[in-house]
């Protein structure tokens, strides 16, 4: 069974940074595009970004460009997430999430989307 877990969340003062991991097992990211996705408290869950498979093509939303990146590390199997200029309204639980491709027109659509992780606080003071 497909599982990812999700690392390196906290509580952070706006302006800092942070770096999530998502670490795949039993199956390589190599294969899959990877997802991120946040939900904060009383909102619908939001894709933010992607890492396309073969290419590593990356996708991002429009308020996290520029200061999220998506990066993986094929030998430890894991996808990062920099956090960098954090805002208090980057408060949220983020997900990562396995597909068998993403673009710039599906990434954020959940549906596409085949598995999660459990999810990481980030918690973003003013």
């Known amino acids: 069974q497909v599982q990812l877990v999700e690392s390196g969340g906290g509580f952070v003062q706006a302006g800092g940074s942070l770096r999530l991991s998502c670490s795949a097992s039993?199956?390589?990211?190599?294969?899959?595009?990877i997802g991120w996705f946040r939900q904060a408290p009383g909102k619908e869950r939001e894709g933010i970004s992607c890492?396309?498979?073969?290419?590593?093509?990356?996708f991002y939303k429009d308020s996290v460009k520029g200061r999220f990146t998506i990066s993986r590390d094929i030998a430890k199997n894991t996808v990062y997430l920099q956090m960098n200029n954090l805002k208090p309204e980057d408060t949220a639980v983020y997900y990562c999430?396995?597909?068998?491709?993403?673009?710039?027109?599906?990434?954020?659509?959940?549906?596409?989307?085949?598995?999660w992780g459990q999810g990481i606080q980030v918690t973003v003071s003013s």
């Open positions: 890492i396309t498979n073969t290419e590593g093509l990356l």
């Open positions: 039993r199956f390589s990211l190599e294969l899959y595009a």
């Open positions: 999430a396995v597909s068998g491709y993403c673009d710039s027109g599906t990434y954020h659509h959940q549906g596409i989307y085949l598995a």
